[in-house]
């Protein structure tokens, strides 16, 4: 029966997919120069790419991978497959209608926030400095294998699109490899606090690399002197700067803030609260020169840095909680958006399939590199460096931010790279689950701390 229910869902999302395709690009024309804009395509477009990146994701889960992986090859088949049969005209409008990006920018701005309030800063002070020195690792080593590998491959490429595509990879997904260390029962082992602690630290790490980089892009762009030691190291302590001065006001405002919305006693103020800050926040980022990610990862860091779950008199649910329906909505058509972003066309060609597998081999080995950073012994080193392989959704924000970034008239990543990219982000994703299971599974020796992993029911 739930083989023929999911059947059925997946006829359903080609259905409206194929309506997308063949209906958009007639009644995008509707409006001609200088009438008013037509909505109607943009609503009926944003209604099947969420409901298509929905059953993706249901599919995806249902055969035990994250739910990114389903939304995210839902774009891939939509922007791929259907213009075989049904045109390309519809997938046109959709990839480069303006608003519908605007949209799926701001599922990123709420997923981010999302992030920032879930993120527990005492798991780092409880891991101690293993997770600090893992994360490091797995900040560094990833981001010059990737650099590496594109100065080989792409030397004509500018500076600034190497050193993107080594922080692209230097991301770790902690929503990811939490789910997997949760599903496999050893999130208290401290080889899962090492590994959450350290997925913490690399999402805070791989923000503020990201800002930096894109700040350096920007600059160049904007007829700046180009790349620099001194500048990248100027906009890193930019980003930290931020980020810090943004958590102490957080532990100086977020109380009064939370409680001058339960006064209120208005049930969904503290949802209006959370949301302005976050906006509020990720333009304050932009003014100052770095990414809107940064900013509203901040501001979830500012109202709960200890991934407590905020909440008011008036509310029974955590703000985390009444985002939720927001994320459920916005943040799949981000997914699938990028998804269709993705030529399968240029992963034909020999130099990118090149390129995609020497990324990968950059991604995992860079990340393995991590069990470099555990110290003492008895600890399970192989599975706190697979525990940092997944990318997920933090590595496609990343590119998509790259995608959208341009040098010199050109996007920082080129489409065969942005191919490469998503390529990674699906290898890396599925191998955790597997690899985290096989290394748990297997012996460490006599001196191991840690009990044997629980059998799965």
């Given amino acids: 029966m739930a083989k023929v229910e999911l059947f059925r869902g997946a006829g359903a999302a080609g259905v409206c997919a194929a309506m997308l395709v063949l209906v958009s690009p007639r009644v995008a024309g509707a409006a001609g120069p200088g009438e008013a804009a037509h909505f109607g395509p943009i609503l009926f477009g944003l209604a099947v790419l969420v409901v298509v990146a929905k059953v993706g994701g249901v599919l995806a889960q249902r055969v035990g991978q994250p739910a990114v992986l389903g939304e995210l090859l839902a774009g891939v088949?939509?922007?791929?497959?259907?213009?075989?049969?049904?045109?390309?005209?519809?997938?046109?409008?959709?990839?480069?209608?303006?608003?519908?990006?605007?949209?799926?920018?701001?599922?990123?701005?709420?997923?981010?926030?999302?992030?920032?309030?879930?993120?527990?800063?005492?798991?780092l002070i409880r891991a101690g400095w293993p997770s600090m020195l893992v994360a490091v690792v797995g900040i560094i080593a990833p981001l010059l294998l990737g650099w590496g590998a594109m100065a080989r491959l792409m030397p004509g490429s500018p500076t600034l699109a190497h050193l993107f595509v080594g922080a692209t990879l230097s991301a770790t997904s902690v929503g990811i490899t939490a789910r997997v260390l949760k599903d496999l029962g050893v999130s208290q082992r401290r080889e899962g606090q090492i590994i959450l602690g350290a997925a913490v630290v690399d999402d805070i790490l791989g923000v503020v690399v990201l800002a930096a980089i894109s700040g350096a892009v920007v600059g160049t762009a904007t007829g700046g002197r180009g790349v620099?030691?001194?500048?990248?190291?100027?906009?890193?302590?930019?980003?930290?700067?931020?980020?810090?001065?943004?958590?102490?006001?957080?532990?100086?405002?977020?109380?009064?803030?939370?409680?001058?919305?339960?006064?209120?006693?208005?049930?969904?103020?503290?949802?209006?609260?959370?949301?302005?800050?976050?906006?509020?926040?990720?333009?304050?980022?932009?003014?100052?020169?770095?990414?809107?990610?940064?900013?509203?990862?901040?501001?979830?860091?500012?109202?709960?840095?200890?991934?407590?779950?905020?909440?008011?008199?008036?509310?029974?649910?955590?703000?985390?909680?009444?985002?939720?329906?927001?994320?459920?909505?916005?943040?799949?058509?981000?997914?699938?958006?990028?998804?269709?972003?993705?030529?399968?066309?240029?992963?034909?060609?020999?130099?990118?399939?090149?390129?995609?597998?020497?990324?990968?081999?950059?991604?995992?080995?860079?990340?393995?590199?991590?069990?470099?950073?555990?110290?003492?012994?008895?600890?399970?080193?192989?599975?706190?460096?697979?525990?940092?392989?997944?990318?997920?959704?933090?590595?496609?924000?990343?590119?998509?931010?790259?995608?959208?970034?341009?040098?010199?008239?050109?996007?920082?990543?080129?489409?065969?790279?942005?191919?490469?990219?998503?390529?990674?982000?699906?290898?890396?994703?599925?191998?955790?689950?597997?690899?985290?299971?096989?290394?748990?599974?297997?012996?460490?020796?006599?001196?191991?701390?840690?009990?044997p992993m629980p059998r799965r029911s």
Wanted: with cysteine.
């Fill in 77 to 123: 088949a939509i922007g791929n497959l259907l213009p075989f049969s049904f045109g390309s005209a519809g997938i046109a409008f959709v990839r480069s209608e303006p608003t519908l990006l605007f949209l799926a920018q701001l599922g990123v701005l709420i997923l981010l926030f999302d992030v920032g309030l879930e993120a527990d800063l005492r798991a």
């Fill in 228 to 451: 620099s030691a001194l500048a990248i190291a100027g906009l890193l302590v930019r980003a930290v700067a931020f980020l810090v001065v943004t958590l102490w006001f957080g532990g100086l405002c977020s109380g009064p803030l939370v409680r001058l919305a339960a006064r209120t006693g208005q049930p969904g103020m503290l949802l209006v609260v959370g949301l302005a800050l976050c906006f509020t926040l990720a333009y304050g980022a932009e003014l100052v020169g770095l990414p809107e990610i940064v900013g509203a990862f901040a501001a979830g860091l500012f109202l709960d840095p200890y991934g407590q779950g905020v909440r008011t008199g008036a509310e029974e649910a955590s703000l985390s909680e009444l985002i939720y329906p927001f994320s459920a909505f916005f943040v799949p058509l981000f997914f699938v958006l990028m998804g269709i972003q993705v030529h399968l066309g240029s992963l034909s060609r020999a130099r990118t399939l090149l390129l995609a597998g020497a990324l990968v081999l950059c991604a995992v080995i860079g990340k393995l590199a991590c069990a470099v950073g555990v110290p003492g012994r008895g600890l399970n080193r192989v599975a706190i460096g697979i525990g940092m392989v997944p990318r997920g959704e933090v590595g496609l924000i990343f590119a998509g931010i790259g995608a959208n970034l341009t040098l010199h008239g050109q996007p920082v990543l080129a489409q065969e790279v942005f191919s490469a990219i998503v390529l990674v982000v699906l290898v890396t994703t599925l191998l955790a689950p597997i690899g985290l299971r096989w290394a748990f599974a297997r012996p460490t020796g006599r001196n191991s701390s840690s009990p």
